[in-house]
């Protein structure tokens, strides 16, 4: 029996020789996010470069909330090729199919619910050109919800303008810094170092991490993706809900040490861990008002994987407000702030 969860990095076969290969292969995993399809599709479609240049193909993982392929032949009118799992296999298992059935040099595994900005394949296509040693490149993105519209978050430019990143496995061994619709890969990579493993959080920080190990990675500055937010499903959502994200990442954290030298795996542990502690201890913050339950499994989590000073800060935010009550901590908060001079006057909460 096929194990959900796989220990070790699934091999991804060689294509045979002498079958007639496009460049791209654009592979739409999908599982319970039907309402979005449709834009990530026609995303895919406005920019298509013909059959002979591009594959496009939605493999679905027994999906149950819409008729997913009565829409790929509604919307793709023959264009997009459609496959169904035979049993529901679990997010790593239907990358590592998105990946075994794409026959294109460079793969793009676009999930059902983001969706690339006009010009994103193109500018992919120049960096490989431009850098022909690079095994994946990526460009910046940006964050929408789910009503489609952009999040004001804005993610910094590694680079000012397009080009390999110098030493990106230092970058990414210390937190992520992108997210997957901006990421493509070229299949001969995936054919080296295996597909996703050993977590269902964190996975493709591992995995550019494992990438950038042995490759080097280009980068455009350019916002040509969208990651989706905020939309209340998915394995993220739940894993918040759960607690499962912080053994996964405390997981992946380990992983990659093995990636980086010796000398620097400490010191990028203790900064992962914190920095991700932080991280979950706002989330925490956040997810008070609506699950207090959820909220305190991410802080007693994120205490247990570091203790740093700005940690400490927002676990003890979040227990004032635990106690206090989340309009009852605002509100003193907000009369705290009217007694202060005007030079402290900025909202720190």
Same mark, same amino acid.
């Given at each position: ?11 991804i076969?060689?294509?045979p020789?002498?079958?007639?290969r496009?460049?791209?292969?654009i ?10 399809v449709?834009e990530?599709? *026609?995303s895919?479609?406005s920019?298509? +470069? #013909?059959k002979e240049?591009?594959q496009i193909?939605?493999? =679905?993982?027994?999906s149950?909330d ?6 790929v032949?509604?919307?793709g009118?023959g264009r997009?090729?459609f496959n169904k ?8 298992r239907?990358f590592e199919?998105c990946?075994?059935?794409a026959?294109?040099?460079y793969i793009h595994?676009?999930?059902?619910d983001d ?5 994103f ?11 022909p040693e690079?095994g994946a490149?990526f ?9 489609s519209?952009?999040?004001?978050l804005i993610?910094?430019?590694l680079l000012?303008k397009p080009?390999?990143i110098?030493?990106?496995l230092?970058?990414i061994g210390k937190r992520?810094?992108?997210q997957?619709?901006?990421?493509v890969? *070229?299949?001969?990579?995936y054919?080296? +170092? #295996?597909?996703f493993y ?5 996975? =493709?920080w591992e995995m550019?991490?494992r ?5 080097q990675?280009?980068?455009?500055p350019n916002y040509l993706?969208a ?6 499903t998915?394995?993220s959502?739940?894993?918040f809900?759960t607690g ?13 040490q ?8 400490a ?18 913050n956040?997810?008070?008002s609506?699950n207090k339950n959820?909220?305190?499994?991410q802080?007693?989590g994120?205490?247990?994987m570091?203790k740093d ?6 676990a003890l935010?979040f227990?004032?407000?635990?106690i206090?009550g989340?309009?009852?901590f605002i509100?003193?908060?907000?009369s705290i ?5 005007k ?7």
């Open positions: 029996m096929t194990q959900r969860t796989p220990q070790i990095p699934p091999t076969e060689s294509l020789e002498g079958i007639v496009p460049l791209w292969s592979m739409i995993p999908t599982y319970n996010c039907f309402g979005y449709e990530t599709l *026609k895919v479609l920019q298509d +470069l #013909g240049i591009m193909q939605i493999v =679905d993982d027994c149950t819409g008729d997913v392929e009565g829409l032949n509604k919307i009118q997009v090729e799992q035979c049993v529901n296999q679990g997010s790593l239907n199919t990946i075994n059935h026959r294109g040099h595994i676009l999930h059902g969706r690339v900005e006009p010009g394949y193109k500018e992919i296509s120049d960096l490989f050109a431009l850098h690079a490149a460009t910046n993105f940006i964050f929408i919800d789910y009503k519209q952009k999040v004001d993610n910094r430019p000012s080009g390999i110098s030493d990106f230092s970058l992520q810094e992108l997957p619709p901006a990421m890969v *070229k299949r001969k990579v054919e080296e +170092l #295996g597909s050993a977590v269902h959080f964190g996975e =493709d550019w991490a990438i950038a190990s042995k490759f990675v280009a980068y455009s993706a990651y989706r937010l905020g939309h209340g998915g394995i959502h739940n894993y809900l499962q994200n912080i053994p996964d990442i405390k997981k992946v954290i380990n992983i990659i093995t990636y980086l030298p010796e000398e620097k795996r010191r990028y542990k203790r900064f992962a861990s914190a920095y991700y502690a932080t991280y979950c201890v706002r989330t925490a956040s997810l008070l609506v959820a909220a305190l499994i802080t007693k994120a205490w247990k570091s000073l700005e940690t400490s800060f927002w935010r227990y004032m407000m635990y206090l989340y309009k009852k509100k003193k908060m907000q702030k009217k007694g202060l001079p030079s402290f006057s900025k909202d720190k909460y």
